[in-house]
């Protein structure tokens, strides 16, 4: 049995199915730095957080038997969108109830979205690289 290199892909893919899963993972950074950035000057920032949750489902909901690589991907970075979205809501209300803990909460949610957004980096990097990835701050919502 032949040893395959680092750079090989584990996982015979075609490069279009580990496109599609690159680009599921990086829909994620963009659409929320988008929103963080923009969020004073656009009225549908808030709605640019959903949009590559969208994204994601579709490309998992039409992948179903065709692209059985990028469907995996795509439910990893839905658990990704949903896990941040979720410690999003935690955070406000924290900040909401406790003003006490306002730099705390604001520590906290700062590390948390920089580590998925690594995550999310690393996940692509791996879709690309033709490898599965299970980022490991995602609760698993879809299996």
């Known amino acids: 049995m032949p040893r395959m290199s ?7 893919t075609r490069w279009s199915e580990r496109a599609l899963a690159v680009a599921t993972h990086l829909s994620f950074p963009i ?3 988008w929103a963080t950035v923009n969020g ?4 549908l920032s808030p ?3 959903l949009v590559p949750l969208i994204g994601a489902c579709l490309v998992a909901s039409w992948s179903r038997r065709a692209m059985p690589f990028a469907r995996d991907h795509a439910r990893e970075s839905i658990n990704l969108q949903v896990s941040v979205l979720l410690a999003s809501i935690a955070f406000a209300f924290l900040l909401l109830t406790s003003p006490g803990a306002i730099t705390l909460a604001i520590a906290l949610f700062a590390a948390y979205v920089l580590t998925s957004f690594a995550q999310a980096c690393e996940a692509a990097w791996s879709a690309g690289m033709g490898r599965e990835f299970r980022p490991p701050l995602a609760f698993r919502f879809l299996r």
């Open 6 to 12: 680092a750079t090989e892909p584990s996982v015979r």
């Open 31 to 33: 659409g929320f730095t």
């Open 40 to 43: 004073h000057l656009n009225l």
């Open 47 to 49: 709605w640019m957080l």
